[in-house]
């Protein structure tokens, strides 16, 4: 008996000896699931009400029917996944109070619209801002019960597309005049705008000389500062006597915003901070009318876009001129045909559109950011023989290290950013 006790006893004492050094990894991650598992029910609640009250704030609405049956093909490129083409409109109804900013009246229109490119290999992605007072012919849009809405005999301006048939008739115009085929629409109320900014804590701007503008309320203090509320939708949506008090100038500053939005979004540490990021994403969903199927849809993209860094992604706006075809207004140039083939394409910029460009990783003050403007790709499109001369000549201009450039530099000059308001 005692044989056979000392025989375990030895056998144990090996066994011991052969016993793996502790693996902190594995003991956080037991502490982890076994927390997880404590907690199941009350976790499982959390989650389903956080996921419901975000579907609650969406305004899910379908408005394919209105679109026509002439709608542009969307272009076959290479990559992983499908290029999505999102556009985003800003609404004021400028009844609400805060609204009416710039000092007009009005009902039911989007002084921002923005078309967001996000590349099929994900390795890049850019918005177009389309200025509001941009001269184009409107073509013919249809209300919910399919009656026509007569398109326009001569020029008006974009946004007057959206006051006639709302983001349908908008997304209408947008393809009848690029070519480009649109995924998905959002529509974000500016006066919830200030909601998403405070989520944040504030937003980073640099205002290059005080703003007074006593006319329209307009009082903001020079100097590099975080924003709040009340004062960012005022900067965003404020016109005169900042910069040169043109609309595209205005959506130059619009982009900039955006920009430090996104950059802090990423660099703030949100995702580490689930009550930042519950109060943002509720405040980015508030007022939210759009056609994806729920927040399910919208973050299962943001995944396949988690490695696009803010250098990556790119604001420019429309090629203009001033114009005299619509009232304080302007006219596209022939190079927007450029910047619309390099969407259906899916291409990155080229330096002809990077020269005028911002980064969402640029510095307030205009300092470029250190990381370079690149992408590591340049989506690899198709094409059609009649394009093939010209795909290979946007190929020879596309630098893959510099999303587009041949010399890495991009950006607004001093003189554009003194135009748009912008240190």
């Avoid at 900042?242 to 939005?261: E, H, K, L, V, Y």
Wanted: with cysteine.
């Amino acid at each position: 008996m005692s044989t056979s006790r000392e025989v375990r006893r030895s056998r144990g004492s090996r066994a011991r000896g052969r016993r793996k050094a502790p693996q902190p990894g594995k003991t956080v991650f037991k502490v982890i699931a076994s927390s997880l598992l404590s907690l199941g029910l009350l976790t499982g609640i959390g989650v389903v009400v956080l996921y419901n009250n975000l579907n609650g704030n969406i305004d899910h609405k379908e408005i394919a029917a209105q679109l026509g049956n002439d709608r542009p093909a969307k272009e076959k490129v290479a990559g992983p996944q499908e290029p999505l083409n999102v556009l985003v409109m800003g609404s004021d109804s400028r009844a609400g109070k805060g609204n009416g900013i710039d000092g007009e009246s009005g009902g039911g229109l989007s002084d921002t619209t923005i078309l967001f490119h996000l590349s099929a290999n994900r390795k890049f992605a850019y918005g177009i801002s389309i200025p509001r007072d941009s001269a184009v012919m409107r073509p013919t849009c249809y209300k919910e019960d399919g009656s026509e809405i007569a398109g326009t005999s001569g020029y008006v301006k974009w946004n007057e597309a959206f006051a006639a048939g709302g983001p349908a008739c908008t997304w209408r115009q947008l393809e009848q005049l690029s070519g480009i085929r649109i995924d998905n629409y959002v529509v974000v109320d500016f006066n919830q705008f200030k909601d998403m900014v405070n989520a944040l804590d504030g937003v980073e701007v640099c205002i290059p000389e005080d703003i007074d503008d006593p006319n329209h309320q307009v009082h903001l203090k020079a100097g590099t500062r975080e924003i709040h509320g009340k004062e960012a939708l005022t900067y965003v949506r404020a016109r005169y006597r900042i910069g040169d008090g043109t609309d595209p100038n205005r959506t130059r500053r619009q982009q900039a915003f955006i920009g430090s939005m996104i950059n802090k979004a990423l660099t703030a540490g949100m995702l580490a901070r689930p009550d930042r990021l519950i109060r943002f994403m509720n405040a980015a969903t508030s007022s939210l009318q759009t056609d994806f199927d729920g927040i399910a849809q919208m973050v299962d993209i943001a995944a396949t876009a988690k490695g696009i860094g803010a250098d990556n992604i790119k604001f420019v706006t429309t090629p203009w001129v001033y114009s005299d075809k619509v009232s304080a207004g302007i006219e596209w140039t022939p190079e927007v045909q450029k910047l619309w083939r390099l969407v259906r394409k899916d291409k990155p910029l080229t330096a002809e559109f990077l020269k005028d460009a911002l980064s969402a990783g640029d510095s307030p003050d205009g300092t470029p950011s250190a990381g370079g403007t690149g992408s590591s790709s340049t989506g690899g499109a198709s094409s059609t023989a009649t394009d093939k001369a010209s795909d290979e000549a946007t190929d020879k201009a596309t630098d893959p290290a510099t999303n587009g450039t041949t010399d890495g530099s991009s950006g607004l000059s001093s003189e554009g950013r003194a135009a748009a308001g912008l240190c």
